[in-house]
């Protein structure tokens, strides 16, 4: 059985910075993990993923150049770096993983497990 466990999250003012966590248990194979985010009144969507084989990276256009997707193999880990933060990213943060190949790397609907979810507040 899956469990993903987001941390990492908290309050922080324009322009800083966070590092999220995801670790992961009970994985056996995946094609790629997966952050999304899911602010009030809005539907959930893909921020970033890794593809487990190759280790392929996928942005969304809002966050190039400004989050940066890691993982830590030997601790099963995954890591979303966010720097220059704006009010616009407040929204709970979720790690998911898709079983199966897509060719919607960021579509929520195409990943099966999912965190928690860890808060992201951006205010001055």
């Known amino acids: 059985q899956v469990q993903l466990v987001e941390s990492g999250g908290g309050l922080v003012q324009p322009g800083g910075s966070l590092r999220l966590s995801c670790a992961a248990s009970g994985l056996v194979d995946y094609y790629a993990i997966g952050w999304f985010r899911q602010a009030p009144g809005k539907e959930r969507e893909g921020v970033s993923c890794i593809t487990n084989t190759y280790g392929i990276k996928v942005y969304a256009e809002s966050v190039k150049g400004r989050f940066t997707i890691s993982r830590d193999n030997v601790e099963n880990t995954v890591y979303l770096q966010m720097d220059g933060l704006k009010p616009a990213d407040t929204a709970i943060y979720y790690c998911?993983?898709?079983?199966?190949?897509?060719?919607?790397?960021?579509?929520?609907?195409?990943?099966?497990?999912w965190g928690q979810g860890t808060q992201v507040t951006v205010s001055s």
């Open positions: 998911a993983t898709a079983s199966r190949a897509t060719p919607r790397p960021l579509d929520p609907n195409d990943y099966d497990d």
